[in-house]
């Protein structure tokens, strides 16, 4: 294998508890709803990979010859259960054109002390260690941690100073996690609480947190709308009108597997194919992120929830490609579809009103171009006009001189 490859990733710069190990994709930049997001690349084929089915990854050197391609436009590792590592990711704390740092970025990688790289944009920091990830929250601000069912875009891109190993660093991670990660559940409680119904209302199922997110994403793909389901979590829109009523659908379901847990709801989503820079960009008056909001509505319009105690897997009707106009909302029945409708109702208003707005906008464009047209149509038939007045003079005055040139000839004869 080669030092480089055309990306320019210095192979020699990875890690080899990383380079050994079969859990590399591959990603590539696509625009979604006008953002780019980073979208798993299987390296074999060139599909969409699943962070949770390692039938879609591949060692480092196929992942290296597929980043080399137009396929992709890198190479990332995948975290998992079996696995002793744990990723850090720091956004936003660097200027990538001096490569200043912002706090709390350095001292978070100093505390940490393990293999630290620079992330694709130069605007953040990976630091990857070994160590089990505290329980409770994973993601506060612009510092996240995660141990499986996600991965880093790897730059190989090592920061001067930090070491050129995964290490170990329990202590320090858990120290890390305390201070700028965890918050108190009141806190937690606080900003998750919804204006028309809080979680607590739910009739959760008494087992639900037992379920590991495998086996819990395992039951969703086995029940009898596992199609569907499978076919949102691996990022495909069929059916749907945009994306956001795709984000709508999937969050329904999972609000429905995790018993409406929104940490839950929204670590998992993070995981799917339907994840985007969007999921964490501010689009409410009260500071809510697109992806916060979603969760949100979700769950508060989720009335059954998975009762695994019960013995029956999932109330959920046959799987669709999409929801149909005579889809019917029933108390009691289809939580998850029921939900879906009622934000559908609310995605539909605001996208008939953005309509409207572009129609008028258009209209009036058209007028303009109207307007515009009968002119040049105008300014043609004065041009041509003026054109045939040009070649009517230019026949008369042609046709006087070849009467002089005759009347000359028959002069000059005569003489």
Not at 290 to 301: L, M, P, S
Request: proline residues 3%; charged residues 35%.
């Amino acid at each position: 294998m080669s030092n480089q490859i055309d990306s320019g990733i210095d192979v020699e710069a990875i890690p080899d508890v990383l380079a050994e190990r079969a859990q590399w994709l591959c990603w590539r930049a696509e625009d979604r709803d006008g953002k780019q997001t980073k979208v798993p690349v299987n390296p074999a084929t060139g599909d969409f990979a699943s962070t949770t089915d390692d039938r879609t990854w591949s060692d480092l050197e196929q992942a290296l010859e597929c980043a080399a391609t137009d396929a992709a436009d890198g190479i990332g590792f995948v975290f998992t259960a079996t696995d002793p590592l744990v990723g850090v990711d720091l956004d936003d704390c660097r200027d990538p054109d001096t490569g200043e740092s912002l706090e709390p970025a350095p001292t978070i990688i100093e505390r940490l002390d393990s293999f630290t790289e620079v992330s694709p944009s130069g605007t953040g920091y990976h630091v990857i260690l070994e160590g089990d990830l505290p329980d409770g929250r994973n993601r506060h601000g612009s510092i996240e941690m995660y141990d499986q069912a996600r991965f880093f875009t790897v730059t190989a891109d090592h920061v001067a100073g930090t070491p050129e190993t995964v290490e170990p660093r329990q202590d320090a991670l858990e120290d890390v996690h305390e201070e700028f990660v965890a918050q108190d559940d009141s806190d937690e409680s606080d900003s998750d609480t919804t204006d028309s119904s809080d979680v607590s209302t739910l009739s959760k199922g008494s087992g639900t947190l037992d379920l590991k997110d495998e086996e819990l994403l395992e039951k969703a793909r086995s029940a009898s709308n596992g199609e569907k389901f499978d076919r949102l979590w691996r990022g495909s829109t069929t059916g749907y009108e945009s994306q956001s009523e795709a984000d709508m659908a999937l969050c329904c379901l999972l609000a429905f597997w995790t018993g409406g847990d929104a940490a839950r709801v929204d670590r998992l989503f993070r995981q799917s194919g339907l994840i985007r820079d969007k999921w964490d960009d501010v689009h409410y008056s009260d500071g809510s992120t697109y992806g916060e909001k979603t969760v949100e509505r979700a769950i508060a319009n989720t009335n059954d929830v998975y009762d695994p105690s019960s013995g029956e897997e999932t109330d959920q009707r046959k799987p669709r490609d999409g929801p149909t106009s005579t889809e019917q909302t029933v108390s009691g029945t289809d939580g998850a579809q029921a939900a879906y409708l009622a934000e559908k109702n609310q995605l539909l208003s605001e996208r008939v009103a953005d309509l409207e707005a572009t129609l008028e906008e258009k209209n009036e464009r058209l007028e303009e171009l109207e307007t515009d047209n009968r002119a040049l149509r105008e300014r043609l038939e004065w041009l041509e006009q003026q054109s045939e007045l040009e070649t009517d003079a230019d026949t008369a005055s042609e046709d006087n001189s070849i009467w002089t040139r005759a009347r000359r000839f028959v002069r000059d004869g005569n003489e």
